[in-house]
């Protein structure tokens, strides 16, 4: 069982920048690919970026590809997601995921964080 918790998550002008993380529990954090996805009201839940286990392959969205990072770091069982240039369209809940294996964005993912909110004023 791995349990995620996010944080990071506030209030930005459009232009600004977040960085938000996600610690998860255990022992085998490097053996998940880990994702993020984001999900605004009243839409469905989309899918972000992933890293893969060792954070030699990421994997992005076409829209946020080129202002948003992931990144890992193993020793402190941690995922990161660093936005730049956010934007209004960017406002959503963010949650991190768990996919025990290799580097997939949009397979199915086994453990889920209960989300940050990230909200971009214009």
């Known amino acids: 069982q791995v349990q995620l918790v996010e944080s990071g998550g506030g209030l930005v002008q459009a232009g600004g920048s977040l960085r938000l993380s996600c610690v998860a529990s255990?022992?085998?954090?490097?053996?998940?690919?880990m994702g993020w996805f984001r999900q605004a009201p009243g839409k469905e839940r989309e899918s972000v970026g992933s890293?893969?286990?060792?954070?030699?392959?990421?994997d992005y969205a076409s829209s946020v590809k080129g202002r948003f990072t992931i990144s890992r770091d193993n020793a402190k069982n941690t995922v990161y997601l660093q936005m730049n240039s956010l934007q209004p369209e960017d406002t959503a809940v963010y949650y991190c995921?768990?996919?025990?294996?290799?580097?997939?964005?949009?397979?199915?993912?086994?453990?889920w964080g209960q989300g940050t909110q990230v909200t971009v004023s214009s």
């Open positions: 995921a768990a996919r025990y294996g290799s580097n997939c964005l949009d397979c199915p993912y086994d453990y």
């Open positions: 890293i893969s286990r060792g954070g030699t392959s990421t």
């Open positions: 255990g022992r085998t954090f490097n053996r998940h690919t």
